[in-house]
């Protein structure tokens, strides 16, 4: 062990940080290609809304000042919008963010953090940062079993994440599962219920989170304004919960840790629900695109609920990825999430959709040697 390892916090020491997408100028710089199309970070492929865009112009004069560290105009608005008081809410740089500032708040080393298998990798990173004991349940058609993560606790355990619908498999939990799980978690356990992609579910059975929360004090939701908003670039997150677990994860909130434009824009966007029924149903007719060109090409994928699709290509999936990349399309390799015969793609724009399947076609085929 080096001396740096020797003074490293023992969690942190033999962690590998998170993979995002490959960016389209990495791979302009690798390859030397251009005309690149990114379908590998379930970003909305329609760019950030019209009144979004408005109230980022608008502020480009201000940004010698900081931001407002409380985020107060941005809580009002989502407070009246989804009905929950503004003291139930945390602002994050991304929902990451406040995933990790829940494990920094709730879990001491040694701890237990409770997970699904296949689920977003974040949360085995932010449990490892603090030297969590993890237990990773095996899933049940690619997504959570509820009934089996509720066995895992015990009263080590101090945090269970729940992706709903789930990254990078698309699959999602009904109402009747997730209230008989939260039934049966104990007052000790935060359970954390991620809807990054819940504008995309239209299931009838699909819960909301928030409704939980007064009935399940324990329940964090977090959601994103990454995704259908589209401002993935800006970095937009938050949580809501109860007041008391609020108080405590802003604690250790970082005071400015969204910036002036994040704030304006997401609060712009949350006024665009034009902008987010389009982004829908674009996504639906994208999706739809997608799955009937994997069926036309034998292929099987996970039927997915998000703006993603996760489509079976084989043993070779490295190679079909990078077969891939050489033609200008980058999609998701997802082997690090124990799907080492799958690839996950985004959802795109119509053309975009058919040069993704016109690549993989041609990718397979290079695999085949036909």
Known sequence: ?????????????????????????????????SEIIKL???ENPKGPGILACKAVRELADGLARYPDGSGHRLKAVLAERFGVNARQITLGNGSNDVLEL????????????????????????????VNANICSVPAVDF????????LAINPNT???FIANPNNPTGTYVGRSQLLAFLERVPQHVITVLD???????????????LDLIEQFPGLVVM????????????????????????????????????????????????DDQAYVRESVAENEQGYAQLCAGFEKLGLRWIPSYGNFVCVEVGPGSQGVYEAMLHQGVIVRPVANYRLPEHLRITVGLATENQR???????????????
């Open 1 to 33: 062990m080096s001396a740096l390892d020797a003074i490293t916090a023992a969690g942190v020491r033999g962690l590998q940080p998170y993979q995002p997408g490959k960016p389209v100028e990495t791979l302009e710089r690798e390859l030397g290609i």
């Open 40 to 42: 590998a970070s379930n």
């Open 102 to 129: 829940v494990t920094r708040c709730f879990v001491e080393p040694g701890q237990g953090v409770v997970v699904s298998d296949h689920a977003f990798a974040v949360y085995t990173l932010a449990a490892r940062s």
């Open 143 to 150: 997504g959570h079993d509820l009934e089996a993560m509720s």
């Open 158 to 160: 101090r945090v269970i």
């Open 195 to 209: 809807e990054a992609y819940f504008e995309y579910v239209a299931e009838p059975d699909y819960p909301n989170g």
């Open 223 to 270: 959601r994103t304004f990454s995704k259908v908003y589209g401002l993935a670039g800006l970095r937009v997150g938050y949580a809501v919960a109860s007041e008391p677990i609020t108080e405590v994860l802003n604690r250790v909130r970082q005071p400015f840790n969204v910036n002036t434009l994040g704030l304006a824009a997401a609060e712009a966007a949350l």
């Open 356 to 370: 993704a399947l016109c690549a993989l076609e041609h990718a397979l085929e290079k695999q085949t040697g036909l």
